[in-house]
């Protein structure tokens, strides 16, 4: 972990204009073109269906001289997406890494199928993770990594290499990182807040994509019911002579009016994924957090240990025993060591004292510069942040202000049948 | 074509909302039902309304009387005018009770709904050419407490023995055709059959969509605090966040204007004429079954040649109340197919104003909280610019 560590984050506060130049993005164009129902044979050598999603490169360049060249194109299912994501929460833990769109289907509303293999939730979770692989390929530093390059471009194989990494090994028990979360006790004040802040954007977020499906549901019902006005209309105008016309073209109206609601809500989920895509963030921040709690923790672990070895020490050195130590009783009862033991005891101590001390520095310095490098993309994802869902609240906007006009229209169009009636 | 104001308050600001038709009907009877009240006693409970009638007719005594009935007056009512014009179209009361069980007996809301359609079937009375001069009507307006009382229990009148005749046939003659029956009446008949089908169908429909638009009114009311309650932890997007709950509010209760105006409007209207359809099914009975008097009488004639003489004037007699009702009938249904008309074209046409005028508030909303995000990133787009 160390070494990795002081190859990948940057120095300066601020990404620099020629790292954002630099970002794999600018180079190359990634789509996630095409989803492919597959059978095959898992693990277990049990059949089993998945979805594999086709991802396309392209370079830029090409482009734009006006040569469309072919994309280069490989095959992945949704298993491996979330493998190269473990593979840089592991390797890049000061990044705020972006989330993969969601595996199950939740805060369905009752029209969308909770299933998997339904084509809408496939759709969306193709345009969710092709918006991932952008989002990687646009951060400055991971977009970098040789790993995700290969994801892209290498389709045999890339499974083995990532294996082959041992980034597994690397990883922090989850039961550590618990441990360090409830034993930590300076932990830098600002990510106390970011996990605060983290907590109730989950929250909040969670909240509203809820409400947003139960309203979605008595929408749909609002919209769909009219329906059968058109149908009864029809019927009733076929006894009347002078409200006939009014009432059955008045009908054909409230069949449009039924009908529009699907489009709507479709673009509406479009607008819940962009939400949820922050929602999944907040657990993105939590691990940085988490991370940062883990070292801070390492490190009072580390000088607590180095302050009673040098207490120990000094307490050999003056004969004093100011800490009882069952060592210190035993000897008192049957007699101190010889001179040369404690000497001997002395000199291992100052050894580890001294190892102790390196190992100290060099954990003081990881940690203020993995705080630093923190700090800094946890700056940049809240810019990242700010923008996208003020962008999604003025979508959101949008798809109500086209609602209601469609709907003027149509409530236009029924009146003037009435009016005929 | 009579024009039926909404809900007015007391009959003088009912004057006021007066509008003139193509041919202006000189109302001279004004009726407000209202000021339901709860009576206890030992036996039951029961609600009276306040019926409030203002006239300029010669044959009231006074120009202003005030009265309190029960549902049971109105019923009582509803039957004399039955029985005293079985072929006319006696407008409907509203149910006695609601066995759907949504809505308790004494609700406030079933009160109101109850008082509304009670005011609507006294209007309806007194805008009917032949109905306002009834009798019973006018003691049904006037009279006090007791003085109804001690009327109802004088006991049937001439009419109500021809009712009880009208009955016995009823249960004589099969339900069904009747050989003579015009085709007029037939084709109402073919007509109405349809047209109950569609009407109730429409009912259904429009509580469906009341009830569906109660349901997106209760979840909007939720959604928009969640923003508020969002822009709390993000202070770069306080603005967008208010700005949003703010909107949804406005659209809330633009929702809860829309619900008023079905429930005020479109969903009385289309139950009454759930209950009309039953209505004219009984008036068609009627008319039938006096029809069958005759034919019976007519069959006796040509059987017994004993009683001949007797026999033909009774039948002569009751040719000329058979052509009575028909014409009574033939008149009140081309008066009630153009009301109904009319009533239907006010009430889609009320639906879909409310519709318009629901989605321009809310149009209004979005659009002005729009501007207000496009004018800030305008200006955050000009700071960038500057060196």
Same mark, same amino acid.
Not at chain 1, 88 to 105: D, G, Q, S, W
Not at chain 2, 161 to 172: D, E, K, L, Y
């Given at each position: 972990?160390?070494?990795?560590?002081?190859?990948?984050?940057?120095?300066?506060? %601020?990404?620099?204009?020629?790292? +954002?130049?630099?970002?794999?993005?600018?180079?190359?164009?990634?789509?996630?073109?095409?989803?492919?129902?597959?059978?095959?044979?898992?693990?277990?050598?049990?059949?089993?269906?998945?979805?594999?999603?086709?991802? !396309?490169?392209?370079?830029?360049?090409?482009?734009?001289?006006?040569?469309? $060249?072919?994309?280069?194109?490989?095959?992945?299912?949704?298993?491996?997406?979330?493998?190269?994501?473990?593979?840089?929460?592991?390797?890049?833990?000061?990044?705020?890494?972006?989330?993969?769109? !969601?595996?199950?289907?939740?805060?369905?509303?009752?029209?969308?199928?909770?299933?998997?293999?339904?084509?809408?939730?496939?759709?969306?979770?193709?345009?969710?993770?092709?918006?991932?692989?952008?989002?990687?390929?646009?951060?400055?530093?991971?977009?970098?990594?040789?790993?995700?390059?290969?994801?892209?471009?290498?389709?045999?194989?890339?499974?083995?290499?990532?294996?082959?990494?041992?980034?597994?090994?690397?990883?922090?028990?989850?039961?550590?990182?618990?441990?360090?979360?409830?034993?930590?006790?300076?932990?830098?004040?600002?990510?106390?807040?970011?996990?605060?802040?983290?907590?109730?954007?989950?929250?909040?977020?969670?909240?509203?994509?809820?409400?947003?499906?139960?309203?979605?549901?008595?929408?749909?019902?609002?919209?769909?019911?009219?329906?059968?006005?058109?149908?009864?209309?029809?019927?009733?105008?076929?006894?009347?002579?002078?409200?006939?016309?009014?009432?059955?073209?008045?009908?054909?109206?409230?069949?449009?009016?039924?009908?529009?609601?699907?489009?709507?809500?479709?673009?509406?989920?479009?607008?819940?994924?962009?939400?949820?895509?922050?929602?999944?963030?907040?657990?993105?921040?939590?691990?940085?957090?988490?991370?940062?709690?883990?070292?801070?923790?390492?490190?009072?672990?580390?000088?607590?240990?180095?302050?009673?070895?040098?207490?120990?020490?000094?307490?050999?050195?003056?004969?004093?025993?100011?800490?009882?130590?069952?060592?210190? +009783?035993?000897?008192? &009862?049957?007699?101190?060591?010889? /001179?040369?033991?404690?000497?001997?005891?002395?000199?291992?101590?100052?050894?580890?004292?001294?190892?102790?001390?390196?190992?100290?520095?060099?954990?003081?310095?990881?940690?203020?510069?993995?705080?630093?490098?923190?700090?800094?993309?946890?700056?940049?994802?809240?810019?990242?942040?700010?923008?996208?869902?003020? !962008?999604?609240?003025? $979508?959101?906007?949008?798809?109500?202000?086209?609602?209601?006009?469609?709907?003027?229209?149509?409530?236009?169009?029924?009146?003037?049948?009435?009016?005929?009636? | 074509?009579?024009?039926?104001?909404?809900?007015?308050?007391?009959?003088?600001?009912?004057?006021?909302?007066?509008?003139?038709?193509?041919?202006?009907?000189?109302?001279?009877?004004?009726?407000?039902?209202?000021?339901?009240?709860?009576?206890?006693?030992?036996?039951?409970?029961?609600?009276?309304?306040?019926?409030?009638?203002?006239?300029?007719?010669?044959?009231?005594?006074?120009?202003?009387?005030?009265?309190?009935?029960?549902?049971?007056?109105?019923?009582?009512?509803?039957?004399?005018?039955?029985?005293?014009?079985?072929?006319?179209?006696? /407008?409907?009361?509203?149910?006695?009770?609601? +066995?759907?069980?949504?809505?308790?007996?004494? $609700?406030?809301?079933?009160?109101?709904?109850?008082?509304?359609?009670?005011?609507?079937?006294?209007?309806?009375?007194?805008?009917?050419?032949?109905?306002?001069? %009834?009798?019973?009507?006018?003691?049904?307006?006037?009279?006090?407490?007791?003085?109804?009382?001690?009327?109802?229990?004088?006991?049937?009148?001439?009419?109500?023995?021809?009712?009880?005749?009208?009955?016995?046939?009823?249960?004589?003659?099969?339900?069904?055709?009747?050989?003579?029956?015009?085709?007029?009446?037939?084709?109402?008949?073919?007509?109405?059959?349809?047209?109950?089908?569609?009407? %109730?169908?429409?009912?259904?429909?429009?509580?469906?969509?009341?009830?569906?638009?109660?349901?997106?009114?209760?979840?909007?009311?939720?959604?928009?605090?969640?923003?508020?309650?969002?822009?709390?932890?993000?202070?770069?997007?306080?603005?967008?966040?208010?700005?949003?709950?703010?909107?949804?509010?406005?659209?809330?209760?633009?929702?809860?204007?829309?619900?008023?105006?079905?429930?005020?409007?479109?969903?009385?209207?289309?139950?009454?004429?759930?209950?009309?359809?039953?209505?004219?099914?009984?008036?068609?009975?009627?008319?039938?079954?006096?029809?069958?008097?005759?034919?019976?009488?007519?069959?006796?004639?040509? %059987?017994?040649?004993?009683?001949?003489?007797?026999?033909?004037?009774?039948?002569?007699? &009751?040719?000329?109340?058979?052509?009575?009702?028909?014409?009574?009938?033939?008149?009140?249904?081309?008066?009630?197919?153009?009301?109904?008309?009319?009533?239907?074209?006010?009430?889609?046409?009320?639906?879909?104003?409310?519709?318009?005028?629901?989605?321009?508030?809310?149009?209004?909303?979005?659009?002005?909280?729009?501007?207000?995000?496009?004018?800030?990133?305008?200006?955050?787009?000009?700071?960038?610019?500057?060196?």
């Amino acid at each position: 972990m160390h070494i990795s560590f002081s190859n990948n984050f940057c120095d300066p506060c %601020n990404f620099s204009s020629k790292m +954002m130049e630099d970002c794999l993005s600018k180079k190359i164009e990634i789509t996630v073109s095409e989803a492919e129902k597959r059978t095959g044979r898992n693990a277990m050598n049990m059949q089993e269906t998945y979805t594999a999603y086709l991802i !396309e490169t392209r370079a830029v360049e090409s482009q734009t001289e006006g040569q469309c $060249s072919p994309p280069d194109s490989l095959w992945r299912r949704y298993s491996e997406f979330e493998l190269l994501r473990n593979y840089l929460l592991v390797n890049y833990p000061h990044i705020v890494v972006p989330p993969l769109p !969601e595996k199950r289907a939740e805060f369905v509303w009752h029209k969308l199928s909770a299933d998997n293999m339904d084509p809408d939730f496939v759709e969306r979770r193709r345009i969710g993770l092709e918006n991932f692989l952008i989002r990687v390929a646009s951060h400055p530093i991971i977009c970098q990594d040789k790993i995700f390059y290969s994801f892209l471009t290498q389709e045999g194989g890339w499974k083995e290499m990532v294996n082959e990494t041992g980034f597994q090994l690397k990883a922090d028990s989850r039961l550590k990182a618990l441990n360090a979360t409830f034993r930590v006790k300076n932990p830098d004040k600002r990510f106390t807040e970011l996990k605060h802040y983290s907590d109730e954007l989950q929250s909040v977020i969670s909240h509203l994509l809820r409400v947003r499906a139960r309203v979605a549901d008595r929408l749909y019902g609002v919209y769909k019911v009219h329906g059968n006005y058109g149908r009864v209309f029809s019927e009733w105008s076929a006894i009347e002579k002078e409200m006939g016309d009014g009432l059955q073209s008045a009908g054909h109206h409230m069949d449009v009016y039924a009908g529009s609601i699907d489009d709507i809500l479709e673009e509406e989920e479009h607008y819940a994924d962009q939400l949820k895509e922050y929602l999944f963030y907040a657990e993105a921040l939590r691990a940085v957090c988490r991370k940062h709690e883990l070292m801070q923790y390492d490190l009072e672990i580390a000088a607590q240990d180095l302050a009673s070895k040098k207490q120990q020490c000094e307490e050999l050195a003056t004969g004093t025993l100011r800490t009882f130590s069952l060592k210190g +009783m035993t000897s008192k &009862l049957f007699g101190q060591e010889t /001179p040369e033991q404690r000497e001997g005891k002395i000199k291992v101590l100052e050894e580890q004292i001294h190892e102790g001390e390196e190992q100290l520095k060099s954990k003081n310095v990881e940690s203020r510069e993995f705080v630093k490098s923190a700090w800094t993309d946890i700056e940049r994802f809240k810019e990242q942040k700010n923008h996208d869902l003020k !962008e999604a609240l003025i $979508s959101y906007a949008v798809m109500q202000i086209s609602m209601c006009k469609k709907g003027i229209q149509v409530w236009t169009n029924a009146k003037e049948c009435f009016s005929k009636m | 074509m009579s024009y039926f104001p909404l809900i007015p308050t007391s009959p003088s600001s009912m004057l006021n909302q007066y509008k003139f038709e193509d041919e202006p009907e000189l109302r001279d009877l004004f009726i407000t039902v209202d000021d339901p009240e709860s009576h206890i006693t030992a036996i039951e409970t029961f609600i009276t309304y306040r019926v409030v009638t203002k006239t300029s007719r010669g044959e009231f005594d006074s120009s202003e009387y005030e009265v309190r009935r029960r549902y049971q007056d109105f019923l009582w009512l509803k039957s004399r005018l039955e029985e005293a014009h079985p072929t006319l179209i006696i /407008p409907p009361l509203p149910e006695k009770f609601i +066995m759907k069980g949504m809505v308790e007996r004494f $609700s406030d809301e079933f009160i109101e709904t109850r008082r509304k359609a009670l005011h609507k079937f006294l209007n309806r009375i007194a805008e009917h050419p032949t109905l306002t001069f %009834n009798e019973d009507f006018k003691i049904f307006l006037t009279a006090q407490a007791w003085e109804l009382s001690s009327h109802k229990k004088q006991g049937p009148g001439l009419f109500s023995r021809m009712g009880q005749t009208v009955r016995a046939v009823a249960s004589s003659v099969r339900g069904g055709g009747v050989k003579n029956r015009p085709d007029m009446f037939t084709d109402i008949n073919d007509y109405m059959e349809t047209f109950n089908q569609k009407i %109730n169908l429409l009912d259904k429909i429009s509580q469906r969509i009341y009830k569906e638009e109660r349901g997106y009114y209760c979840e909007m009311k939720e959604y928009g605090p969640i923003h508020t309650l969002w822009s709390a932890s993000e202070e770069d997007l306080v603005d967008s966040l208010k700005g949003v709950a703010s909107c949804t509010d406005k659209c809330c209760k633009a929702t809860e204007n829309r619900m008023a105006g079905l429930s005020e409007n479109l969903l009385p209207v289309l139950h009454e004429y759930v209950l009309y359809s039953e209505v004219l099914t009984g008036v068609l009975k009627r008319r039938d079954h006096i029809q069958a008097e005759l034919d019976s009488k007519v069959d006796a004639l040509s %059987n017994k040649k004993a009683e001949k003489d007797l026999l033909t004037e009774e039948i002569g007699n &009751l040719e000329d109340k058979v052509a009575c009702a028909n014409n009574a009938l033939k008149a009140d249904w081309d008066r009630w197919k153009q009301n109904m008309q009319h009533d239907m074209k006010t009430a889609f046409l009320n639906v879909a104003e409310n519709n318009i005028h629901y989605y321009e508030q809310c149009l209004a909303a979005w659009e002005s909280f729009l501007t207000s995000q496009t004018v800030d990133l305008h200006l955050g787009e000009d700071s960038e610019d500057k060196p």
